[in-house]
């Protein structure tokens, strides 16, 4: 007998601010057939947290450095490998508390007009440093030139810093190089006469010369409509289904890679009615299919919020009426 197809749900934002919501709010949200579907679920730990980091180690990259995020994503930008070492340069909004800077979760949209207009008054800076800036999207900026080579460097995903606040998430290797260089880009952006945009985030650093081998292709497909689920195709060389539910999905042998982000900013933000409309959908077109074709026998199904734990579904028989019919919050925040 052919082994079932496997789907493995990947839905950062699921569970992270869940635990205070309910602390705070007493908040229970309406999910039945997530929690019928996680009922006596098996949770293994990850090495691993965040979006990016716990797709690269699920497909096999290696998770002793930096993920390679700009890499790929350079590739699907401009449709060429890029030839020198590279970041991700995202442009953001920084927020000054009390105590704290924090990374805004709503990322600025930019007009094509502005992003060229930034990048002709940040990349004349930035030559004295053998750096420049790059874009072909609006949202989506790289920084090229062999400092972001640097051995050592590690960054963190543009997704983990949502709402957090930054010192602890910046740039880590050559520190006094790397946070000189954010605040000059800072003072460069604090007059460029573009008002959405006050600094730009580095992450995802990747050399095209030292790059991980890619994992063994197979994998089964990446289904997602985002930029991440592109990117993890390209990277696994897996074929891309931009599916918005379930039942538009073709399930091969090997089973399927689900990438859903839309708790994501919603949970960083601390909007709870948002969140709640996105699990609602989450819950219609991916959660009750997905429960349905586990007890019907069709696929086995895992799920990570990308929080360092990944729960493997074994839903019990419904003639064991003994064991547990439905998770709860508490099992699984």
């Given at each position: 007998m052919s082994a079932k197809p496997h789907l493995c749900f990947f839905i950062p934002g699921l569970f992270q601010s869940l635990k205070l919501w309910r602390k705070d709010f007493a908040f229970q949200p309406e999910a039945k057939h997530l929690l019928r579907l996680c009922a006596n679920a098996r949770m293994e730990a990850l090495p691993v947290i965040g979006l990016e980091h716990t797709l690269f180690q699920h497909s096999?990259?290696?998770?002793?450095?930096?993920?390679?995020?700009?890499?790929?994503?350079?590739?699907?930008?401009?449709?060429?490998?890029?030839?020198?070492?590279?970041?991700?340069?995202?442009?953001?909004?920084?927020?000054?508390?009390?105590?704290?800077?924090?990374?805004?979760?709503?990322?600025?949209?930019?007009?094509?007009?502005?992003?060229?207009?930034?990048?002709?008054?940040?990349?004349?800076?930035?030559?004295?440093?053998?750096?420049?800036?790059?874009?072909?999207?609006?949202?989506?900026?790289?920084?090229?030139?062999?400092?972001?080579?640097?051995?050592?460097?590690?960054?963190?995903?543009?997704?983990?810093?949502?709402?957090?606040?930054?010192?602890?998430?910046?740039?880590?290797?050559?520190?006094r190089y790397w946070h000189r260089l954010l605040n000059e880009i800072q003072m460069l952006l604090h007059s460029g006469g573009v008002p959405a945009v006050n600094a730009l985030w580095l992450w995802g650093a990747a050399n095209p010369a030292a790059l991980p081998s890619p994992p063994a292709a197979g994998q089964g497909d990446v289904v997602g409509q985002s930029m991440t689920a592109q990117i993890l195709a390209a990277a696994t060389r897996s074929r891309l289904q931009a599916a918005s539910r379930l039942a538009d999905c073709t399930l091969g042998s090997a089973g399927c890679r689900i990438v859903l982000e839309d708790l994501l900013v919603p949970a960083a933000g601390d909007d709870l009615q948002s969140w709640r409309q996105a699990l609602d959908a989450l819950e219609e077109n991916w959660f009750a299919p997905a429960l349905a074709g586990v007890r019907g026998g069709r696929f086995s199904v895992s799920l990570s919020a990308c929080d360092g734990r990944i729960f493997h579904c074994q839903p019990a028989p419904s003639w064991q009426f003994w064991r547990r019919q439905h998770a709860d919050w508490e099992q699984l925040t």
């Amino acid at each position: 007998m052919s082994a079932k197809p496997h789907l493995c749900f990947f839905i950062p934002g699921l569970f992270q601010s869940l635990k205070l919501w309910r602390k705070d709010f007493a908040f229970q949200p309406e999910a039945k057939h997530l929690l019928r579907l996680c009922a006596n679920a098996r949770m293994e730990a990850l090495p691993v947290i965040g979006l990016e980091h716990t797709l690269f180690q699920h497909s096999g990259f290696p998770i002793d450095g930096e993920t390679p995020f700009a890499y790929y994503r350079y590739w699907l930008d401009f449709g060429a490998p890029p030839e020198q070492p590279l970041l991700c340069a995202d442009p953001v909004w920084l927020q000054s508390g009390i105590d704290q800077v924090l990374l805004r979760p709503e990322l600025p949209q930019l007009t094509g007009q502005e992003m060229a207009a930034l990048l002709a008054l940040l990349n004349p800076h930035l030559e004295d440093d053998g750096l420049k800036l790059a874009a072909k999207h609006p949202q989506r900026w790289y920084l090229l030139g062999d400092r972001a080579g640097e051995a050592g460097l590690r960054t963190t995903p543009l997704s983990q810093a949502l709402g957090q606040g930054i010192f602890p998430l910046l740039p880590q290797g050559d520190k006094r190089y790397w946070h000189r260089l954010l605040n000059e880009i800072q003072m460069l952006l604090h007059s460029g006469g573009v008002p959405a945009v006050n600094a730009l985030w580095l992450w995802g650093a990747a050399n095209p010369a030292a790059l991980p081998s890619p994992p063994a292709a197979g994998q089964g497909d990446v289904v997602g409509q985002s930029m991440t689920a592109q990117i993890l195709a390209a990277a696994t060389r897996s074929r891309l289904q931009a599916a918005s539910r379930l039942a538009d999905c073709t399930l091969g042998s090997a089973g399927c890679r689900i990438v859903l982000e839309d708790l994501l900013v919603p949970a960083a933000g601390d909007d709870l009615q948002s969140w709640r409309q996105a699990l609602d959908a989450l819950e219609e077109n991916w959660f009750a299919p997905a429960l349905a074709g586990v007890r019907g026998g069709r696929f086995s199904v895992s799920l990570s919020a990308c929080d360092g734990r990944i729960f493997h579904c074994q839903p019990a028989p419904s003639w064991q009426f003994w064991r547990r019919q439905h998770a709860d919050w508490e099992q699984l925040t």
